[in-house]
């Protein structure tokens, strides 16, 4: 596993893949020398690179960067590759960016532009990074959550699905990339399904409830 940031969800990411028996490189945008701390609290399994190598690294890449940082993700490594989009459009954080505001593109979309020859699928973006590490259940658990996901490429959504399904989830389909709008910010999958922020342990959501809510967002 790469990945292309390491902020709240991907460090959380990263704990659950480690614990799940995968291997990760972790980038940022400052340089690897300031993820040795955290690569060396994950463990032996863990080391941190560039972004590039990063990149590189990863059977499967995770990018979990600000929108406004989409420019710089490399994208000649990432060619070919299954490419997860943890993502959220912050007009606040990212700046005003006219085709995500008027609503012909999903965030998704428009980082597929920078990182064409990738095979995107969007997760993880609906989630609080503490409910996510605190829901993870094993495979058969009555009280297993379940994630969205939405992608193009059948493949690397049966990748991910592995991917998640290994560090604890299930999964709902969510169709493709331009179909993701429906998890993106404020609509009723993206955050209170799981629980408030205060609840830093959230609550368990199955399948149905993600459906509904998925169902019942508005554009």
Not at 53 to 69: N, Q, R, Y
Not at 205 to 218: F, K, P, S, Y
């Amino acid at each position: 596993m790469g990945f292309i940031g390491s902020g709240s969800i991907g460090r959380t990411l990263a704990r659950l893949a480690v614990g799940a028996g995968h291997q990760v490189v972790l980038s940022n945008s400052r340089g690897p020398e300031t993820l040795v701390d955290t690569a060396e609290d994950l463990g032996p399994r863990a080391s941190a690179a560039t972004s590039e190598e990063a990149a590189a690294a990863g059977d499967i890449v995770v990018v979990t960067v600000p929108v406004s940082a989409f420019p710089n993700v490399p994208a000649a490594p990432l060619a070919g590759k299954t490419v997860i989009d943890t993502c959220n459009y912050g007009p606040e954080r990212d700046g005003h960016i006219p085709e995500l505001d008027s609503k012909p593109l999903t965030s998704s979309e428009l980082l597929l532009r920078y990182v064409p020859d990738a095979l995107l699928v969007k997760a993880f973006n609906n989630i609080f990074f503490k409910h996510l590490l605190s829901l993870a259940r094993p495979a058969g658990a009555a009280d297993r959550s379940y994630l969205p996901i939405a992608g193009d490429s059948a493949p690397a959504k049966a990748a991910v699905t592995e991917f998640i399904d290994s560090i604890g989830y299930s999964v709902v389909d969510a169709g493709t990339l331009a179909d993701s709008w429906r998890q993106a910010t404020g609509t009723p999958v993206w955050g209170t399904p799981y629980g408030a922020y205060s609840n830093e342990k959230g609550q368990p959501v199955g399948e149905d409830a993600i459906r509904a809510a998925l169902a019942t967002a508005t554009r």
